[in-house]
């Protein structure tokens, strides 16, 4: 075992470091190639940090390491049994992971240009104004006790979710959102997702959250908006038919029973697209205001 790692330190490493020295550009291009890695590993590692893949991460971790020390060993059987396991245990893990995987996909493919053209100003203010609108409706249909699911799409698209209910591309106000969540009428049961500015559709299917640990007392509404809001980046808004209680639903996570201005306080924060700086806006207008005081 030690002759073999000697080996492949005199044969891979030293050859390679060779090869970097009598090779200047090389050795910038592995530099750029580690820095690469490094960043995507990070990114991975926010993207898994806090679900259910970063706990099974951890188990692959160990089992990699229990297969080097059975090799190290000696101890064949035990060393065939972790390297099958880890042959086909990545199949298995695609299957799994499955939703988290393709959310992970999905935000590597999501079009952040607008931010760096100058184009977040007049789509802030029509989020805004949409947030206010989502935010009346809700707490009129939490005071008559009416339940409801808003699923306010963001980055990650839902057409899957949103072609199971009825279109309805219409334009977003308090008094359409109240009247499709009235009881006994068409569009009451499901969901109402919003996309694009506007109300897509109505009476949408959303995936229920299966999770052990989720409260028994969470009904099939509160469930559903954590499952959505588990499979793509979407804020859901949940009120509760049997006590009222306005919640949201983000990352897998419901913040329950919520005020209105905490309401619209987290629907801005996660809406509001950031800005781009303009630091000599900010400059020209501290010296006027220092030749204004002189």
């Not at 075992?1 to 330190?9: A, G, P, Q, T």
């Not at 499955?98 to 203010?125: I, W």
Request: proline share 3%; hydrophobic share 45%.
């Amino acid at each position: 075992m030690l002759n073999s790692i000697k080996e492949i330190y005199q044969n891979v490493v030293v050859s390679y470091i060779e090869e970097l020295c009598n090779t200047p550009m090389l050795l910038i291009m592995s530099i750029l190639d580690i820095a690469i890695v490094v960043f995507l590993l990070y990114k991975l590692f926010q993207i898994l940090k806090g679900t259910r893949a970063w706990q099974l991460l951890k188990g692959i971790l160990f089992l990699i390491l229990a297969m080097f020390v059975s090799d190290l060993l000696k101890l064949n059987i035990l060393n065939y049994i972790l390297s099958s396991v880890m042959t086909y245990g990545v199949f298995m893990l695609i299957v799994i992971f499955q939703p988290e995987l393709r959310r992970a996909l999905e935000q590597l493919g999501t079009n952040k240009f607008s931010k760096y053209f100058g184009m977040d100003d007049d789509v802030n203010s029509k989020i805004k104004e949409n947030i206010y609108k989502i935010a009346i409706a809700a707490m009129e249909l939490s005071r008559t006790g009416t339940g409801a699911l808003i699923v306010i799409e963001r980055e990650i698209k839902i057409q899957d979710i949103t072609s199971t209910g009825i279109l309805m591309n219409a334009e977003i106000s308090p008094q359409v959102l109240v009247n499709i969540f009235e009881p006994k009428t068409p569009l009451h049961d499901g969901a109402v997702v919003i996309s694009n500015h506007k109300i897509a559709a109505a009476s949408c299917m959303l995936p229920l959250a299966d999770d052990k640990d989720i409260a028994r007392e969470l009904g099939t509404r509160h469930r559903a908006a954590i499952g959505i809001s588990k499979e793509s980046d979407c804020i859901v808004v949940v009120v509760s038919e049997e006590t009222g209680k306005v919640s949201i639903a983000k990352d897998g996570t419901l913040i329950a029973d919520v005020r209105e201005d905490v309401l619209k306080k987290i629907l801005m924060k996660n809406l509001i697209m950031e800005s781009k700086p303009r630091p000599k806006k900010k400059i020209k207008k501290l010296v006027k205001e220092k030749k204004e005081e002189q």
